[in-house]
């Protein structure tokens, strides 16, 4: 249990980069856990001291129950920690700190990497003050992807490697290098393009179902427009003209957005470029074919609702877009700091919250949706 104490933390928080308030309260509940028998029990049902010598997928599957085991202590944890109890998930992370640092020296990733990727941490305490008045963490399960080295953040934004599982098929005209995505077989979509279930609204009669056939000579599907919705019509695509260069299954890179500095059309071209050498260099023996990106930024309403000039419409621009299942609890949060909008007390001190306030009084509702961004299309980006 080195970890818990002072000079470890002190140490520790080089890389966390904690102010001094939040780690104050990290040194407190450290004291808490020291001095309490059943605490430290908890601590050792995790089984840490476990984990020193494991690669990335056994870690992995060690630390997947760690959300749910916190879970069910909570009442415990507020018994015995009091306002600190939320601190429990930070320690829990900060024992695996170690893990996470020997795994970045064996792939030669930089301590800067490390780094930017922690900051993760303070941004997710910061909801949790937020909402709970006390420093603490409540989504440790994300948490788990940057210690267990999933995921990396470089520059603006962040990546998990992961097999693409979306419901589009993107292909590519050998002759021009046009791109085309196609949806899934079976795909329930409603009248407008979106997919059924969209912020609850279903269509069970009015909606259509999509179809997709690959023969010896062709694909036949129906296409899904840049704009990011599905169309209710067929297109048929010779194979000596069309290859398919993205589908389920094949290894991609997923983009998350993490709160902070301006999303710049700069600063996103050259984060995703960045993570193209960095995850080269670590497993050139697996290709990228596309970045993808599920997120309340890309649903296609906001480009109407903001500047053309604007980062949101700059990032949407940067991707093909498609529809996904969704509705508008993240965009709340994330707008407005609450996953439900009460429109006689949401603040309109932004031309964004105005924007929504005004589409949303209008009857419309805000959801999420996803994005493809090809390798090979990184260099015809403005």
């Not at 599957?61 to 015995?80: C, I, M, N």
């Not at 710049?264 to 995850?279: G, H, L, M, N």
Request: net charge negative; aromatic share 8%; hydrophobic share 40%.
């Amino acid at each position: 249990m080195d970890f818990l104490t002072e000079a470890y933390i002190a140490q520790a928080n080089r890389l966390l980069r904690l102010p001094p308030t939040v780690l104050d309260a990290l040194y407190e509940s450290a004291v808490i856990v020291r001095g309490h028998e059943g605490l430290l029990e908890l601590l050792r049902q995790c089984k840490l001291d476990a984990l020193s010598e494991t690669d990335v997928d056994t870690f992995a599957a060690a630390v997947e129950g760690y959300p749910k085991f916190v879970a069910d202590q909570e009442t415990y944890l507020r018994s015995t920690m009091g306002d600190h109890a939320g601190m429990f998930s930070v320690i829990l992370l900060l024992g695996l700190l170690d893990w996470m640092s020997a795994y970045y020296r064996s792939q030669g990733i930089s301590e800067d990497v490390q780094m930017d990727t922690l900051d993760d941490l303070l941004i997710w305490m910061k909801h949790h003050y937020e909402e709970k008045g006390a420093w603490g963490l409540g989504n440790l399960a994300w948490l788990l992807n940057h210690m267990g080295g999933k995921l990396h953040r470089l520059g603006r934004l962040q990546f998990i490697r992961k097999a693409f599982d979306q419901a589009v098929i993107g292909l590519r005209n050998v002759n021009n290098g046009q791109v085309i995505l196609l949806s899934e077989q079976g795909i329930a979509y409603r009248q407008d393009g979106r997919v059924d279930g969209t912020n609850g609204q279903w269509e069970a009669e009015q909606g259509w179902t999509s179809n997709y056939e690959q023969t010896h000579d062709s694909y036949t599907g129906n296409p899904i427009l840049p704009s990011g919705f599905a169309e209710n019509t067929t297109v048929t695509l010779s194979t000596d003209e069309w290859r398919i260069v993205i589908q389920r299954g094949d290894s991609a890179l997923e983009i998350h957005i993490p709160e902070g500095s301006p999303m710049t059309p700069q600063s996103c071209k050259e984060s995703v470029a960045r993570a193209i050498s960095f995850y080269h260099d670590r497993m050139p023996e697996q290709s990228i074919a596309s970045f993808v990106c599920v997120s309340w930024l890309l649903d296609p309403q906001l480009a109407q609702l903001v500047p053309e000039a604007s980062n949101i419409s700059a990032f949407q621009k940067m991707l093909h877009l498609f529809p996904v299942r969704s509705d508008d609890r993240e965009t709340y949060e994330r707008v407005f700091g609450t996953d439900k909008l009460d429109l006689s007390t949401a603040k309109k001190d932004s031309g964004l919250r105005r924007a929504i306030i005004l589409h949303v009084e209008s009857g419309h509702r805000l959801h999420g949706g996803g994005g493809l961004l090809l390798v090979e299309d990184l260099s015809s980006i403005h």
